[in-house]
């Protein structure tokens, strides 16, 4: 679960330090997602994303290109990428849109303060990864209401109206 103790904002930014980039808040969730989506997208086994209010990112230096990025449920997404080095830095996913950022916990200067809340999609990881004990795993995906903590789930209470005005405009489903 996300770590409130945790001293925050933390910082983070690209490969080149073009693009510099502050998390407000502690993230909603840290998902370890094993898709092969993911797997494509990143060049790696899993990708590991802070999910958080889009708000609570702020630009320190340098601003990102927003890049369409097709996504496996045909939405697309939106990568925030540095223009120069092209380092993937956040993502926005078609159910909440801007509103919400899928941080790269790998550009942040301490990735080590967001391990993942949850593996997700491990139906489709790789063999060889080994999966910690302690740490909820699920095939594909999984029950928001069980798993995140009482505080963001409120936190995404209070964004929901936004959420589905957006999926609204966008003729999206409003679940």
């Known amino acids: 679960m996300p770590n409130p103790e945790l001293d925050f904002p933390l910082e983070g930014g690209c490969a080149c330090r073009h693009v510099r980039y502050r998390m407000e808040t502690a993230p909603l969730f840290v998902h370890c997602c094993h898709c092969r989506w993911c797997q494509r997208e990143s060049g ?4 590991l994303n802070a999910m958080i209010e889009a708000d609570r990112v702020s630009s320190v230096t340098g601003t990102v290109e927003l890049v369409d990025t097709p996504s496996e449920s045909g939405f697309g997404q939106k990568v925030a990428r540095c223009p120069h080095c092209r380092v ?3 993502s926005h996913y078609a159910g909440a849109g801007p509103l919400v950022a899928f941080v790269r916990v790998g550009t942040l200067d301490a990735p080590d303060q967001l391990p993942p809340d949850v593996h997700i999609f491990t139906a489709s990881k790789q063999p060889w990864v080994v999966l910690p004990p302690g740490t909820p795993a699920v095939p594909e995906f999984y029950d928001r209401e069980a798993l995140w903590p009482a505080a963001s789930l409120a936190r995404r ?10 999926r609204a405009a966008m003729g999206l489903d409003p679940a």
């Open 157 to 166: 209470q209070n964004l929901w109206p936004r959420i589905a005005a957006y």
């Open 44 to 47: 790696a086994s899993f990708a």
């Open 88 to 90: 993937a830095l956040w």
